[in-house]
């Protein structure tokens, strides 16, 4: 996982003596919230959100793609985290940041196709040229990324790869710190996104651990398309108990996304447009409470 790189830019001149406090938005969704947030951040103006506070989604690396389950999700950016603090990474981080400086200087585009295929020519070059599992730990940074990109150039026709590849990757993905920074984990509580056995409450785990870490833990109950309906008034005339059950109504889609689609013309998970008549009836509602704080930063 990473900061997406042209998201948070700064809309005010801060004086040197100020702190920007930054909120680490880690999404169970991969597109969905990414874009609504997009757009708070372009209207941050209007909504009059204070300049001396910063949203920076984090966006999933390659080998994450996909990725739902909250508990694996908490786990990987922790797991993240202490890479940056240690400076010790694993072999499949860094095929991920191969990856991300790829996709950032346009070499790798939208290609699924591509993008598995360098993947796999990645994995091969960690198996047979290096010698080592995705879990092992990075042995020689330097010589490894020469070694990995070498094998990449014979293996396929992706070119341009800088020769100082090693540098660029070294930097933090994530600059996190917590002393004055925040990450706040904002996930669905439907039936699909956790694990709610008694040996095995994912729930109560990812509350516990956020807690324990100082992170912020955000529910959108059941789903976050019901976040986005609390912007219309017309939310108050939808039926109260399909909108907790959230239950499929097309082969497609379930009760939420398919009242939302009434009010937002084409909306799909991956594409859509908030817009100004998606501000215009209620600012942003807040979030569920979980025994940590209130989402009031993002009013």
Same mark, same amino acid.
């Given at each position: ?11 005010? #001149? ?25 757009? *708070? !951040? ?13 949203? #920076? ?50 070499? %790798? ?38 070694? %990995? ?62 807690? !324990? ?14 976040? %986005? ?7 108050? !005339? ?21 009242? %939302? ?24 509602? *807040? ?13």
């Amino acid at each position: 996982m990473r900061e997406s790189r042209t998201f948070a830019a700064r809309t005010k #001149v801060l004086k040197s003596d100020e702190v920007k406090q930054r909120y680490f938005l880690v999404f169970e969704g991969a597109s969905t919230e990414k874009i609504y947030f997009e757009a *708070l !951040e372009t209207a941050r103006d209007d909504l009059e959100i204070n300049p001396l506070i910063e949203l #920076v989604p984090i966006i999933r690396s390659y080998s994450e793609d996909g990725w739902s389950n909250p508990k694996k999700i908490l786990d990987r950016i922790i797991s993240n985290l202490e890479e940056e603090k240690t400076g010790q990474f694993t072999y499949e981080s860094l095929l991920n940041r191969i990856m991300d400086y790829l996709y950032d200087e346009k070499i %790798l585009t939208t290609s699924k196709v591509q993008a598995h295929a360098v993947w796999r020519i990645l994995e091969e070059g960690c198996e047979k040229i290096l010698k080592k599992c995705l879990t092992n730990n990075v042995d020689n940074l330097v010589d490894d990324c020469n070694r %990995l990109t070498e094998y990449l150039n014979q293996e396929s026709d992706v070119a341009n790869i800088v020769e100082d590849i090693s540098d660029i990757i070294q930097t933090s993905n994530i600059t996190y710190d917590n002393r004055f920074d925040k990450i706040c984990l904002i996930v669905d509580r439907d039936k699909e996104s956790f694990f709610a056995l008694p040996e095995n409450n994912q729930y109560d785990y990812v509350l516990q651990t956020c807690q !324990e870490k100082g992170f912020g833990f955000y529910i959108s109950n059941p789903c976050f398309e019901f976040w %986005l309906l609390l912007h219309f008034n017309d939310v108050f !005339e939808l039926d109260r108990d399909k909108l907790l059950e959230n239950p499929q109504v097309t082969a497609k889609r379930r009760y939420t996304e398919h009242e %939302l689609r009434k009010l937002l013309p084409g909306y799909s998970k991956r594409k859509y447009r908030p817009g100004r008549r998606f501000q215009a009836e209620a600012h942003p509602p *807040l979030y569920s409470r979980t025994g940590l704080e209130e989402a009031d930063w993002l009013l």
